[in-house]
């Protein structure tokens, strides 16, 4: 079984809606993150937590929010999508060695 | 600003050694060289880590310069599903606290047959 995972794998949305994506790990490990990538272009950082209560934002927060529900939860929510946010989004997580270990990722497309 | 750089692109044949380069001329003398992959949109894959000695692994072997500036990544025999995009990050590792990476955009490296 699979270390990260994410769901959904894909998802097709409209404008204006609000959407979850959610993240789980069964590595027991402290650290989150999610990601976003763009073609062409490399991962960039939305959020982070470091345990249950700690949030903290990343590069590109705005029109995101995030909730760690457990060690080995992590949900990414849009507000409202936009069809700019359509991308692939990973999730991560990292023990204190900060090595990262990636979800297989989640596409989504805002319409 | 980007700590690393990598060339865009590189080939390789299939069964030959696959050597890719990454430049990280300001790297701190508490900073790690990370290697990563990404196959076809897949979630990134770590490959190996090192601070200022070579390392092997089932993987690939990494080797770092002796002033830590330059790296290069060995994929020793090179087969078609190598095919992906190999990332070079610097990071401090233990930090106790958030520490930026930046997976930039890699090297696209294509295994011909």
Redesign the interface.
Known sequence: DADVTQTPRNRITKTGKRIMLECSQTKGHDRMYWYRQDPGLGLRLIYYSFDVKDINKGEISDGYSVSRQAQAKFSLSLESAIPNQTALYFCATAGTQETQYFGPGTRLLVL | DAKTTQPTSMDCAEGRAANLPCNHSTISGNE?V?W?RQIH??????II?GLKNNETNEMASLIITEDRKSSTLILPHATLRDTAVY?CIV?????GG?????????TKLQVIP
Do not use: E, I, L, W
Not at chain 2, 41 to 46: K, R, T
Not at chain 2, 91 to 95: E, F, G, I, L, Q
Not at chain 2, 98 to 106: A, D, E, L, N, P
């Open positions: 790690y990370y990563y949109s897949q979630g990134p894959q770590y880590h990332y990071s401090v590792r233990n930090s958030y520490q930026k990476v930046t997976f930039g955009t890699g």
